[in-house]
């Protein structure tokens, strides 16, 4: 179904073109939404959602957009996006459309979105922007996620919201790493994550 | 046609707002109904969350209806006036002056016949707004339970607010010591308020978010000192 160079673009930005541990963009909300799974794994469905159908329209409107307000063009189209999952989240999922509160209208702003508008969906056919946007998403997503584990293990002792360290293990003392709920580990978590990767891939690594 | 000419651009720009306006227009329109109810439903499982009634998205409005028996609103003097206490829009009104103030009561019985009052409360925490319910027993005195909640204070520092280790704290402690009405203040461990009023032990972290929920409960219960007062005798 999918030919090598659809292939490519759906996979690649899972590991050697990650938006986010190679490319280094979208760092403000993973930093912002990773304390705790599951804003996370929203978090991740929403920016893909968004990301994919952004692709799509602007790769279908790519040779009317008229050169000089291309980028205000993929603003409102992303903004239109924004606004709708929002809306869908308050009307059937509302608790985590709390949790999320003002980090889903920052969709807008996440540099992966501009990006991939930019660079791919302008020059490509829809299907091919579909599978970038769902590719990049993923990428993000999965970035997202690992750091999130981590964060909520070691910083409340949960996973999801339900308590996975013992009791007992408080009982002979010890403590969850508040340090770990605060953006700074995010930060420092999000470096661990590129580290091994770029150990694992030695052809990322600059000379 | 030349897609780089002003004309093309303005109609092109032109054409897209009025598209994408439709659009978000029928999305918000469509889905404002089901976006209310939600809004209604986490109203009401907060204040049952005051009277120690766990609820979720499914029963919390059966719950409701069987527990909230009475609503209220009331002035500074605790007497009655007009309008429905569910929709008082408890953010405006804490800004007002006490004396404005419309006051919601909401009276729940329990299953064991106790009657509790429950009172809303609205105030400023680190980063946005903070909001609970507390309600009290019939002396008008003993807090019952109380509620928190939060928009984005930090979380596992500030946000522990809204978790029952912080909120239980209140379970049993007074808002009037010696005929006077002191709230209930929030301190560091080992500390004591210095006006004698009774206290609960503040989020080591959460320094601002606890010293916001000591004002607010001062700025939003104090106003119902007379009705307090009055379910006292």
Redesign the interface.
């Known amino acids: 179904m999918l030919s090598k160079k659809t292939k490519q673009v759906l996979l690649g930005p899972l590991s050697k073109n990650n938006p986010v541990i190679v490319q280094i963009l979208g760092i403000c909300s993973a930093l912002a939404v990773t304390a705790k799974l599951e804003p996370a794994f929203v978090m991740a469905i929403s920016v893909t959602a968004v990301l994919a159908f952004a692709n799509v329209i602007i790769s279908l409107l790519r040779n009317t957009i008229p050169n000089s307000i291309r980028i205000i063009v993929q603003l409102v189209v992303v903004a239109a996006l924004v606004i709708i999952v929002d809306q869908v989240l308050k009307a059937y999922a509302y608790d985590v459309s709390k949790q999320l509160s003002v980090f889903v209208g920052l969709i807008i702003t996440n540099c992966i979105l501009m990006g991939r508008l930019e660079a791919f969906a302008l020059g490509n056919g829809p299907w091919e922007s579909f599978l970038d946007g769902v590719g990049n998403g993923i990428g993000y997503g999965i970035i997202l996620v690992i750091v999130a584990f981590f964060r909520e293990l070691l910083g409340s002792g949960t996973l999801f919201g339900y308590q996975v360290i013992p009791q007992a293990f408080y009982d002979w003392g010890y403590e969850n790493n508040g340090l770990m709920i605060l953006p700074p580990m995010a930060l420092i978590t999000v470096a661990c994550i590129i580290w091994v990767h770029r150990s694992r891939n030695k052809d990322l690594q600059e000379k | 046609m030349n897609?780089?000419s002003n004309g093309?651009?303005i109609i092109?720009?032109s054409v897209?707002?009025v598209v994408?306006a439709a659009?978000?227009a029928f999305?918000?329109l469509s889905?404002k109904p089901?976006?209310t109810k939600?809004?209604e439903?986490?109203k009401m499982k907060q204040i049952l969350s005051s009277v120690n009634i766990s609820s979720d998205?499914t029963n919390a409005q059966d719950l409701y209806k069987k527990y909230i028996v009475d609503s209220y609103i009331i002035d500074k003097q605790g007497d009655k006036i007009e309008g429905n206490a569910f929709d008082v829009d408890v953010a405006a009104q804490v800004k007002l002056d006490p004396d404005k103030r419309e006051l919601p009561v909401f009276v729940c019985r329990l299953d064991d016949g106790a009657e509790k009052y429950i009172f809303p409360m609205y105030g400023a925490g680190l980063w946005g707004p903070i909001w609970g319910y507390v309600s009290v027993d019939t002396d008008g005195d003993t807090i019952y339970g109380a509620f928190f909640a939060h928009?984005?204070e930090?979380?596992?520092?500030g946000a522990e607010i809204e978790k029952p280790m912080f909120s239980d704290q209140y379970q049993g402690k007074h808002f009037f010591v010696d005929g006077d009405f002191k709230s209930v203040a929030v301190e560091k461990k080992g500390q004591k308020p210095v006006n004698g009023a009774e206290y609960v032990d503040a989020i080591s972290?959460g320094t601002i978010t606890s010293k916001g929920v000591q004002s607010m409960m001062q700025n939003s219960i104090a106003p119902y000192q007379n009705f307090l007062k009055s379910l006292k005798k």
């Open positions: 897609k780089q093309y651009t092109y720009a897209m707002v994408v659009v978000l999305a918000s889905l089901q976006q939600n809004v439903i986490d998205a928009q984005g930090t979380p596992g520092l972290g």
